[in-house]
């Protein structure tokens, strides 16, 4: 229509459909989602594991649990009429230094992420207008891997606090016996140097 309306028509008649209602703020049509998530290559759901009793695509945050060594985004623009015209670019703020290109199989991809709170970008765009894009945000929080974590430097100092106790003490205990075994040989040498001097003046008393 002129003024950009769209008119579904339906065995009752027809709709008209304000055009503009339906773009974002940047004017895009595309409708993107994010429609999947991931943690070691497994998808997350409330129907199919334990790790989130929510759907993290509809979500604004997610924090990884402390044993996951990857994750990843699955996501796609709703407009199937668009779709395959689509190009779609992301990023992890706070670890990508720029906008990477997806593939086909519209996933992002990440794997030792280090420890830390980020932000993950998604947009979608149409390469003859890229400046009328779509774009969805999560907050993702990589929790410190427990090896490394405050609790577990606690514990390894405690431990070798323990252990540094241990060998002194061992070591201390094997010591003692020596210099008690040394300090004895040491008074039976005098004893047997002050029997040696007796008898010879005995004997230097004998012979006057």
């Known amino acids: 229509m002129d003024n950009d309306d769209i ?3 339906t065995i009752n008649g027809y709709y008209v459909v304000d055009r503009n209602k339906l773009m974002t703020t940047k004017g895009s049509l595309l409708k993107l989602q994010i429609t999947d998530f991931f943690i070691n290559e497994e998808q997350q759901s ?17 924090e990884l649990p402390a044993s996951s060594a990857n994750f990843a985004f699955r996501f796609a623009a709703l407009n199937y009429a ?15 230094k720029d906008w990477q290109s997806a593939g086909k199989d519209r996933i992002a991809f990440y794997d030792d992420v280090p420890a830390g709170t980020y932000t993950f970008k998604v947009k ?11 774009i969805r945000t999560m907050e993702v929080i990589v929790p410190t891997f427990f090896l490394l974590s405050p609790t577990a430097l606690w514990i390894y ?21 020596t210099r ?7 008074l039976t040498d005098k004893f047997e140097i002050i029997d040696a001097t007796d008898i010879i003046d005995a004997t230097d008393i004998e012979e006057k």
């Open 157 to 177: 100092l405690v431990i070798l606090i323990l252990l540094g106790l241990f060998l002194f003490f061992r070591y201390r205990g094997r010591v003692h016996p």
């Open 180 to 186: 008690l075994f040394k300090e004895k040989e040491e």
């Open 82 to 96: 668009l779709q395959h015209r689509v190009h779609y670019q992301y990023m992890l703020e706070g670890y990508d």
């Open 46 to 62: 409330p129907r199919l594991n334990d790790n989130y009793d929510f759907y993290v695509p509809m979500s604004r945050k997610v």
């Open 7 to 9: 008119i579904f028509g």
């Open 124 to 134: 979608a765009f149409l390469l003859e207008s890229p400046d009328k894009y779509d």
